[in-house]
């Protein structure tokens, strides 16, 4: 193999290189990957952090900061002082008020730290402002033209619990380094967060006086599931609390500033991951006050807010198999929303969703579905064109079908794919596919140069899953597995298969089951309760909460979800772990972990794969060294793919 691995092979044991090899030779053309997304005020240029997708799906070791102009006659790529090599990473382009020049952090590929950078909008005169030994991110201007930005001096690790973390050692009482709002000048940075908060997300306020933002004190990667909403003062004179959450089950996330500067809207709810955003919006007038439900009982999921320059709320939303853009008017009171724009395809509301000042009415946004590669466009609301076609000739033929099934008092929906070479009477294996979270969903993103890709390529149907805990149908619908993890989401799941199997589409008898994380973990749990799957694939996955609660960086995450701690409540966490039931296994099950994972330690796979190697079934597990919880090198990746495809091939064909 091209790197040594740490293997831990039960009776399975390992793949030949050559599998690995021939999958390699097998995977389509790269798909170009857009990580972010920024439209110059005046609505004149396009910025994009963009680069080659690895096989197996990962995020491009090698990216470009590139620059359109936004009626598509010009495109420049942006010369970096460290080239284009692996590691060398432009992130957060962010564009000075008057559209002249656009800024970047930039990622040292040697020592990790980053620098910041300038560069015209016509791609010349590239400058350095900042030499920085830490983390930066999210670069905000305000209206004047000052620069603020999030940042960690010293930064021991990368920013994000799904990043490998660095090796436990020293006192572990030690104080965190916490990530705080920072303005440029000319002499450095000027600290404006407190020292001991960790600042996850912010917005200017409209005058450049001071900054609103979400943060909680101590460990930045896992305090925050306990953030709340603050005023800062640049002065540091006047901070402020302006709303906390009403109780465990409600994260805050995307706070931002109306035009006005009266009010704060927020996206509040049950969210399982920092970074996966869903819940109803909130508003909160910033000169202190009660908060405003704007969509309380949704029956969809809010993923994404901004105000556009009428002072109207425009959000992304999962609402089932839709993707939604929704007008939720002033904020200052409940809306039920105006529809402004649905389809069946993913977009980007994070990083790769930007709006230009008015009277322009113009957004640039990375958009993707199942069949259709991502693509930047632009445009105003649902009159949309593509700016880019670099993925031109990618797309793919999948058969794509939503699903909706009753379980329970619910119902609930999901996505099938079938092979594109799949005609009536061939009855595919079907792969079950768990997403992870719980708070997340499957949606409809490009399937090209990844694990999902290889196996409808090589004969195999998917399933993919929106059972209780996801996001797209409301708030109680996410809530509904809290202290009931692996149970009534499990039924949702098995129903969900059975809908599938009464299409006579697939074979009913060679089903499989696949996911990571939460998807791991139900993975895990399943084969502990059903002889339903005939293989199995659990990445990253917990197989005993009780010991995992004492192992993981960021065991706050598991109040919301099982109501109190594992020493309070053992019992609630004792029903869900699959170790207890794990004489009960037949299933043939290959695990696999990053060795460095810090959201599901590989201790929690170990004890997995341990246990079905005593017990005689069939098994296999690697531990991948150097990684977090996502599965960065291209190496590993490939060696993922070729595994996945080998153990399944094993057993359902």
């Not at 995977?27 to 005046?42: I, K, Q």
């Not at 920085?132 to 994000?160: H, M, P, V």
């Not at 009266?262 to 000169?287: C, K, N, Q, W």
């Not at 799957?533 to 005993?544: D, L, Y």
Request: with cysteine.
């Amino acid at each position: 193999m091209p790197r040594s691995y740490l293997l831990r092979c039960a009776l399975s044991g390992c793949v030949l290189l050559a599998a690995a090899t021939a999958a390699a030779q097998e995977s389509p053309r790269p798909t170009r990957v857009f990580m972010e997304v920024s439209l110059s005020p005046n609505a004149r240029y396009v910025a994009s952090i963009e680069g080659d997708g690895v096989p197996g799906g990962g995020d491009p070791v090698v990216r470009a900061l590139v620059i359109r102009s936004a009626d598509g006659r010009s495109s420049l790529t942006v010369e970096l002082p460290c080239g284009s090599t692996r590691g060398c990473w432009p992130s957060s382009p962010a564009w000075t008020p008057d559209s002249r020049w656009l800024t970047f952090a930039l990622r040292d590929p040697q020592t990790h730290a980053r620098s910041l950078y300038q560069v015209a909008a016509e791609g010349g005169a590239l400058r350095r402002l900042l030499v920085f030994n830490g983390t930066i991110q999210a670069l905000r201007y305000s209206a004047d033209g000052q620069l603020a930005l999030l940042a960690i001096d010293s930064a021991a690790k990368e920013l994000g619990a799904v990043e490998a973390g660095s090796p436990w050692s020293g006192s572990l009482e030690d104080a965190p380094r916490e990530q705080r709002i920072a303005v440029l000048e000319p002499n450095g940075l000027r600290w404006i967060s407190p020292p001991d908060l960790f600042v996850y997300e912010y917005d200017w306020l409209p005058d450049g006086r001071g900054f609103i933002g979400t943060a909680a004190a101590g460990d930045g990667d896992d305090h925050w599931w306990l953030a709340k909403l603050y005023a800062f003062d640049r002065d540091r004179q006047h901070d402020r609390l302006l709303y906390a959450p009403e109780n465990a089950q409600q994260q805050l996330a995307m706070p931002i500033v109306s035009r006005d500067g009266r009010r704060v809207a927020f996206i509040a709810g049950l969210m399982s991951d920092f970074g996966s955003t869903g819940g109803e919006i909130y508003t909160v007038p910033i000169a202190g006050g009660a908060a405003t439900a704007v969509t309380p009982r949704l029956a969809s999921t809010v993923t994404g807010i901004r105000w556009n320059c009428h002072g109207r709320l425009l959000a992304t939303v999962i609402a089932g198999a839709q993707i939604q853009l929704v007008d939720f008017g002033s904020g200052s009171r409940a809306a039920a929303g105006e529809l402004l724009w649905q389809d069946q395809e993913h977009l980007d509301a994070n990083h790769a969703f930007s709006l230009a000042d008015c009277p322009l009415r113009t957004m640039a946004l990375m958009h993707e579905s199942f069949n259709e590669p991502p693509e930047i466009e632009i445009g105003t609301i649902g009159r949309w064109h593509d700016l880019t076609q670099v993925n031109a000739g990618t797309a793919t033929a999948f058969k794509v079908q939503s699903l909706r099934w009753k379980s329970d008092a619910f119902t609930v929906q999901g996505w099938l794919l079938l092979p594109p070479s799949a005609t009536p009477g061939d009855r595919p294996p079907l792969i079950t596919v768990v997403h992870g979270g719980p708070a997340a969903a499957a949606e409809p993103r490009f399937m090209a140069a990844n694990r999902l890709h290889v196996l409808l390529t090589h004969g195999y149907a998917l399933f993919m899953p929106n059972p209780r805990g996801s996001y797209g149908a409301g708030e109680a619908f996410v809530s509904a597995n809290v202290r009931d993890f692996g149970h009534g989401d499990l039924r949702d799941i098995l129903a969900g298969v059975d809908a599938v199997s009464a299409l006579g589409l697939t074979d009913p008898q060679r089903v499989g089951l696949m996911g990571s994380s939460y998807g791991g973990f139900m993975t895990m749990w399943a084969v502990t309760q059903t002889d339903r799957f005939k293989a199995a694939i659990a990445g990253a996955g917990i197989s005993n909460w009780q010991s995992y609660y004492g192992e993981n960086g960021i065991d706050e995450w598991m109040i919301p979800f099982f109501g109190a701690s594992v020493y309070d409540d053992p019992s609630v966490y004792a029903r869900s772990s699959a170790i207890n039931f794990i004489r009960q296994v037949r299933t043939p099950t290959f695990s696999y972990v990053g060795a460095a994972d810090i959201e599901c330690p590989a201790a929690q796979t170990v004890e997995f794969g341990h246990a079905l190697k005593v017990l005689g079934t069939p098994s296999s597990t690697v531990i991948y060294p150097d990684e977090g919880h996502h599965i960065h090198d291209p190496d590993h990746l490939a060696d993922l793919e070729a595994r996945t495809l080998s153990w399944f091939d094993r057993y359902l064909k």
